[in-house]
């Protein structure tokens, strides 16, 4: 079959899938993903966000990632469980707290992301006795709604409070791509995080709905090993 080439416009090129490919295409194959995707994405992580592949973390292939984001929430909220989510938030997450009947906590944005003073503000007046929560949900770059990137200063200082309250990151982040101008890019929580010896704060979500097409619905997740093995059950 034919393609429009990603190179030269007006081009297009020519592609065949035969033998072992077009064998794996047609069979079930691994819960994670298909083989030759799963790695590609591997070296996709090790190049965007400096993250070498070892035991500690992984990586699963989910029909877009708002998929994978569901069955993320499932695996580590409880019904009625309190959950922090960046205000305003992206709507599309929504029905999957409320569905949990979850208690959606109010975290505080400006044109800089999150506002640390506010999500530390919430923390440490939680109340006694009550469960602290156990996620905070954020698009980082290009927000939907909001349009905002968080700062690099800003996504320190959640971390920092990620790590003080022992609460993980659910990185949603489908327009990391989509980043125009000369500034330097923020590096993502997922990179920022292997900076520090203590991981396994963040599970960051990509999606390829944005840079090459939204109908094929391909997302992946990353994240600690443990966290992926619950999604890869739901």
């Keep these: 079959f034919t393609a429009a080439s990603p190179t030269e416009e007006g081009a297009e090129i020519s592609a065949r899938i035969d033998g072992d490919d077009l064998t794996q295409g047609l069979q079930y194959g691994a819960t994670a993903g298909y083989e030759k995707l ?3 994405f591997v070296g996709l992580q090790e190049f965007s966000h400096h993250r070498k592949k070892t035991d500690d973390w992984a990586i699963t292939v989910g029909s877009g990632s708002q998929d994978l984001i569901y069955k993320a929430v499932n695996a580590l909220v409880n019904p009625g469980d309190p959950v922090l989510v960046e205000c305003p938030v992206y709507a599309g997450v929504l029905p999957m707290f409320s569905t949990l009947n979850c208690e959606q906590v109010e975290v505080e944005t400006d044109a800089h992301g999150i506002k640390s003073s506010s999500l530390r503000s919430i923390l440490e007046n939680w109340p006694a006795g009550k469960p602290k929560p156990r996620v905070l949900y954020t698009v980082p770059y290009g927000c ?11 996504r320190k200082e959640v971390l920092t ?3 003080e309250h022992n609460f993980l990151i ?3 982040d489908p327009y990391y791509y989509l980043y125009y101008g000369k500034a330097p890019r923020y590096p993502s929580y997922f990179a920022l995080e292997s900076e520090e010896t203590n991981t ?3 599970l960051r979500f990509d999606s390829l709905s944005k ?3 939204a109908g094929i619905r391909i997302g992946f997740a990353s994240g600690p090993k443990p966290l992926l093995d619950a999604i890869n059950k739901h």
């Design 38 to 40: 799963f790695n590609w």
């Design 144 to 154: 939907n709604p909001t349009g905002m990137t968080a700062t690099l200063e800003r």
């Design 161 to 163: 409070l990620a790590r």
């Design 170 to 172: 659910l990185e949603d």
């Design 200 to 202: 396994g704060r963040v």
């Design 211 to 213: 840079i090459l097409s």
